[in-house]
């Protein structure tokens, strides 16, 4: 199968490395606006060539679209246009957006509306990796309005990819990643600047940053190009954890503040509760 990946980043690298390694593409065509990322993705042999995005799409058998939400919302209809019987599938972290902005659209069953549960704080193709999906989920939102070779083929590939499928709608996927992934990142970024804000001396970060708070801010590290989208476009969803997670933090700051340490404590025991469901999942 002829593959073109459309953003040649830490996800749409990793997608087409794996692919690749494992047989499903015969040929992985490149799409990107950064010069940088076609040639270092040449350079690794992430991809075989890299063209334009309408060379790439004639060119293609299945097209995934990596590129961030506010790019992908743009591109997609266009991609649409022009598609027979390609199959097309984005890894967006958002799909409110994307799935209304090809509502009604003739090929709309060519498309597979799709969100790789996995990431890194780091970017460009670079950065991709072999062992990227391993064990982790996919959500497919709406597959429903996909046609049923499509949608099988995307299930193929993904589970080639190591993934297992898990199946929702769109708006209660942006629901559910905004409280388990998107304020991680905030939170991830705000932290960060507290430090940076609070603390001058580099050398005390330096020295003394434990792993715990290395693992906190990790997220930190990531790339505002990408994030900045998905805030923008799963807005109401974000503000709505943003809210609840300030309710919690002043919680926290009531009980010091008024030495009620016996409230404290009952905080971070249901804190411990996370440990429980995370288990689950081993």
Request: with cysteine; charged share 25%.
């Amino acid at each position: 199968m002829k593959i073109a990946v459309v953003g040649l980043g830490l996800i749409g690298g990793s997608m087409a490395m794996v692919l690749k390694h494992r047989g499903f593409a015969s040929k992985v065509i490149g799409v990107d606006n950064q010069q940088a990322h076609t040639q270092k993705a040449l350079e690794l042999g992430i991809v075989d060539e890299v063209a334009d995005l309408d060379s790439a799409i004639a060119s293609s058998d299945l097209i995934i679209l990596s590129a961030p939400v506010s790019v992908c919302a743009v591109l997609l209809p266009h991609i649409l246009d022009q598609v027979t019987h390609q199959v097309v599938l984005d890894t967006g972290s958002t799909k409110t957006s994307l799935l209304e902005a090809v509502k009604g659209h003739a090929n709309r069953g060519r498309y597979i509306a799709t969100h790789p549960m996995w990431g890194t704080e780091f970017s460009g193709p670079e950065a991709a990796t072999l062992d990227a999906f391993d064990g982790r989920a996919n959500v497919i939102c709406d597959a429903g309005e996909s046609d049923k070779d499509a949608l099988e083929t995307v299930e193929r590939l993904y589970k080639l990819l190591g993934m297992y499928n898990v199946y929702m709608g769109g708006k209660d996927h942006d629901v559910h990643v905004a409280y388990v992934s998107h304020i991680s990142h905030i939170t991830s970024f705000a932290l960060a600047n507290t430090v940076l804000e609070k603390e001058k001396e580099e050398n005390a970060i330096f020295e003394l940053a434990s792993a715990g708070f290395e693992s906190t801010v990790r997220l930190a590290k990531s790339s505002p190009a990408m994030w900045m989208p998905i805030f923008k476009q799963n807005k109401e969803n974000v503000l709505d954890v943003l809210n609840e997670h300030i309710t919690q933090l002043r919680k926290f700051k009531s009980c010091i503040e008024k030495e009620n340490w016996a409230y404290l404590t009952e905080l971070m025991e249901h804190a411990n509760k996370i440990k429980d469901v995370l288990d689950r999942k081993q």
